[in-house]
């Protein structure tokens, strides 16, 4: 044997002996979509009303209380999102959720009351000055046909995205600038809400916007906005998560959900809404062959795998159950803004060891005109983007490796 050959031998021994071998295995590469747990935004759209709106809102309900039974506090409305894209990066969020509005005709909610009841309340209230704030919709986009994204007509309508497509496009934006990053899910809620104000519009000569209603021809509308903005390859389907069984949960209890590491980059979308409109969809995707969007069906039913959850206190099965029995769940960490005004973290840490996957808040961040309460993993940095499921842990998962 040569000198050169000894000598390269000697050196592999050497890296053998410290170690230099195959690296060990990353348990995070075995994570399944299912086993983390990630904080999202409720109606991540939304900007709150301006001062003046708010404090005009006030002022009725105040006034004509025993008319407005049933009506939805003011102090309801004030909580506000940043941009989508401050929320997917800075704020780390990966679910999103959007309330949106048939308006086949553009124009429907083009011109809320809300400015110019504003105008009619102010002199009822001679000691301060009440301005509408400043144009919602400078581009006149609301004028155009298609579907319209906000949270009440007339009164909460301010939007980071004013159309469905907005929103989509800044999403994809986002993901395609971040390819990395956790599945974002977005859920949909299909809103027509008329609110009753009694006569009391009439005294101010407003007349609150009566909406479209939503049929199926409109959820495919909106099916093929997703398909539009995003190809089938960035979307997690839920043909995807089937593999050829006969319902979704067969697969899961077969197969499990899918591999994180593999859908990383992609998005997947969940409909809100139950009822009529639910039961049109999976007439038209029955067990969900073929459909866009997760369904919060019955957990006895074939296109069982998703469940809205809103208050992990109230569950049954509950959460945990759920999660165990291999369902996705989304639940909300507070609402109505009583959580941040009460500084009370009982419901938020309720959600975080409920196990469900997807955590909603409007306080990622603290409002500090209510208090210090805000939504991060307890335990680790602030800022986490995900962390290992409490309730399916698995052995060697760790958090801070699960990122972006």
Request: charged share 25%; proline share 9%.
């Amino acid at each position: 044997m040569s000198k050169g050959c000894g000598a390269w031998m000697l050196m592999c021994l050497a890296f053998v002996a410290i170690g230099c071998g195959p690296a060990p295995e990353d348990p995070t590469a075995d994570l399944r979509l299912n086993e983390i747990q990630v904080i999202g935004s409720h109606n991540s759209y939304k900007i709150k009303p301006s001062d003046g709106l708010q404090r005009a809102i006030e002022w009725v309900v105040e006034t004509f209380a025993s008319d407005l039974e049933g009506v939805p506090s003011p102090q309801e409305l004030e909580y506000t999102h940043p941009s989508i894209a401050e929320q997917l990066g800075p704020q780390g969020l990966r679910q999103l959720e959007l309330d949106v509005w048939v308006d086949p005709e553009g124009g429907l909610y083009a011109d809320p009351f809300g400015p110019g009841g504003v105008a009619t309340v102010d002199p009822f209230l001679p000691d301060e000055t009440l301005l509408p704030g400043p144009d919602f919709d400078p581009e006149g986009v609301m004028s155009e046909p298609g579907q319209k994204t906000l949270h009440i007509q007339d009164i909460d309508f301010r939007s980071h995205c004013l159309t469905f497509m907005m929103c989509l496009e800044q999403v994809r934006d986002w993901s395609q600038a971040n390819p990395d990053h956790l599945p974002i899910f977005i859920l949909v809620e299909l809103k027509a809400e008329f609110l009753d104000l009694g006569e009391t519009l009439a005294l101010f000569d407003l007349e609150f916007t009566i909406p479209e209603p939503w049929a199926l021809d409109d959820l495919l509308e909106l099916q093929d906005g997703i398909r539009t903005v995003f190809s089938d390859n960035e979307i997690i389907l839920p043909n995807d998560v089937r593999r050829g069984y006969p319902t979704l949960m067969e697969a899961i209890q077969a197969e499990g959900w899918l591999p994180l590491d593999r859908n990383r980059g992609k998005v997947w979308f969940g409909l809100d809404n139950g009822g009529s409109i639910l039961d049109a969809y999976v007439a038209q995707y029955p067990g969900l062959d073929g459909a866009y969007l997760f369904t919060s069906s019955p957990i006895d039913s074939p296109e069982a795998a998703f469940r809205k959850e809103n208050d992990p206190a109230v569950s049954d099965p509950s959460i945990a159950e759920l999660v165990e029995q291999g369902f996705l769940v989304r639940t909300r960490a507070d609402a109505d803004t009583v959580e941040s005004r009460q500084n009370d973290p009982t419901r938020r840490d309720l959600a975080f060891a409920s196990g469900a996957q997807f955590i909603s808040t409007d306080y990622r961040e603290p409002n500090s005109s209510f208090s210090p309460y805000s939504v991060q993993f307890p335990g680790l940095p602030e800022g986490t983007v995900a962390r290992c499921d409490p309730v399916l842990p698995l052995e060697g998962c760790v958090s801070e490796d699960i990122a972006p």
